[in-house]
């Protein structure tokens, strides 16, 4: 009698070490994915921010080139004149017919006298940080109150062209003085700041 070996079917499907290989191998692959997109996305931040900080030295070109001036003060503090002196004297090349004494920040209009109490003090609080917003915003058709607009005219009000369009959603005032600091997409919480 002849005996033959008994043969067993080979096993269909992968072995546990073969399973563990693959997984290890496939979450190595998943790890350097997630590090390449983590990078690629910072790369798109940047450029982003390179973008936007490009275009804000555009328009700060083009008021130079349109209003025939040099860049427009940043309200440093190492400057000698008042901050009011500074846009006074940077406005008189630009506007010959403003009104200094009408265009100055206003407080809330009081409807009951349908007037608004300037308060040409509060140029004194500007900051480097606001000077974007302050310069690049635009300016008023009317040509004594290039700044503020018609002295009974809400600030808020007031029809403007502006030089580069600030995205709303990251205006903030954060120190309540009325200008506003702009901030960038991604990152920093710190403003954009202007030093010419």
């Known amino acids: 009698?002849?005996?033959?070996?008994?043969?067993?079917?080979?096993?269909?499907?992968?072995?546990?070490?073969?399973?563990?290989?693959?997984?290890?191998?496939?979450?190595?692959?998943?790890?350097?994915?997630?590090v390449a997109l983590g990078a690629a996305r910072t790369r798109v931040q940047q450029a982003s921010v390179i973008?936007?900080?490009?275009?804000?030295?555009?328009?700060?070109?083009?008021?130079?080139?349109?209003?025939?001036?040099?860049?427009?003060?940043?309200?440093s503090v190492n400057v000698p004149l008042t901050k009011q002196q500074q846009i006074n004297r940077y406005l008189a090349r630009m506007f010959r017919n403003r009104n200094p004494l009408t265009d100055v920040p206003r407080g809330n209009v009081d409807t009951s006298r349908?007037?608004?109490?300037?308060?040409?003090?509060?140029?004194?609080?500007?900051?480097?940080?606001?000077?974007?917003?302050?310069?690049?915003?635009?300016?008023?058709?009317?040509p004594q109150n290039p700044l503020f607009g018609p002295p009974l005219t809400a600030p808020d009000l007031v029809e403007r062209t502006p030089l580069f369009e600030f995205d709303k959603s990251r205006l903030m005032d954060l120190d309540g003085d009325g200008f506003m600091e702009?901030?960038?997409?991604?990152?920093s919480q710190q403003p954009y700041i202007y030093y010419a």
Not at 23 to 34: C, D, K, P, Q, R
Not at 53 to 72: E, F, H, K, N, W
Not at 115 to 140: H, I, K, N, T, Y
Not at 182 to 187: A, K, L, N
């Open 51 to 75: 973008t936007e900080i490009s275009g804000v030295g555009q328009a700060l070109r083009s008021l130079t080139t349109q209003y025939s001036v040099d860049y427009p003060p940043d309200f």
């Open 1 to 34: 009698m002849r005996m033959y070996p008994i043969r067993r079917p080979k096993p269909v499907g992968f072995t546990l070490v073969e399973l563990l290989v693959v997984i290890t191998i496939i979450g190595v692959l998943i790890a350097l994915l997630v």
């Open 182 to 187: 702009y901030y960038p997409r991604y990152g």
């Open 114 to 142: 349908m007037r608004a109490e300037p308060q040409p003090e509060l140029f004194e609080l500007l900051d480097p940080a606001e000077s974007l917003w302050f310069w690049l915003r635009g300016f008023s058709t009317d």
